[in-house]
């Protein structure tokens, strides 16, 4: 069985992941979508909450499990058996972080393979990022994120809140 590991922060999950996610789903057996802790990044939610929303954004993707990991990519890719690593790429600058940690990865396991998935035009703008400071503004997010994630966003902020005034009080 051949089975993907694709990591992220997905803090939020954009409609952008969930694109790269569905895409390579098709190429392989399994796909196991790893939810990264990553606390230096202040996330906007918790890793139990990012976890939950991609299980339900990714409810209807058969071969699709949501895992959430603290460790080494490499060490999670072993505990699945994996034998693959999916990453988007949106834009060069991506490409070249994202070409560093394949050759880190590839150093500690040469049988992993790192597998790059272009971002779909549509969502070569967009990451979790700029979608935040969209809505720290109070911007509107209709068709970044998935709905159920947009529906999370309105039950943590409230309707007509930013996540600044949120954070803040």
């Known amino acids: ?32 979508v790893a939810v990264a802790a990553n606390p230096e990044k202040c996330p906007l939610f918790s890793t139990e909450e990012r976890t939950e929303m991609l299980e339900r954004c990714l409810a209807e993707t058969d071969n699709a499990e949501v895992i959430s990991f603290d460790c080494l990519l490499v060490d999670l890719a072993h505990k699945y058996s994996s034998c693959a690593i999916v990453k988007g790429l949106r834009a060069m600058s991506d490409f070249e972080f994202e070409f560093q940690m394949s050759q880190f990865n590839r ?54 809140r930013t996540a600044k005034k949120a954070g803040k009080e």
Do not use: W
């Open 1 to 32: 069985m051949n089975v993907a590991i694709c990591p992220g922060t997905f803090d939020p999950v954009t409609n952008g992941h969930m694109d790269v996610i569905t895409r390579a789903a098709k190429h392989f057996n399994k796909i196991i």
């Open 107 to 160: 150093k500690m396991d040469d049988r992993i393979e790192t597998f790059f998935v272009m971002a779909s035009p549509e969502y070569t703008y967009l990451s979790s990022s700029g979608m935040k400071e969209v809505l720290s503004y109070g911007g509107c997010i209709n068709g970044l994120v998935p709905e159920i994630v947009q529906d999370r966003i309105l039950e943590k902020f409230g309707k007509g």
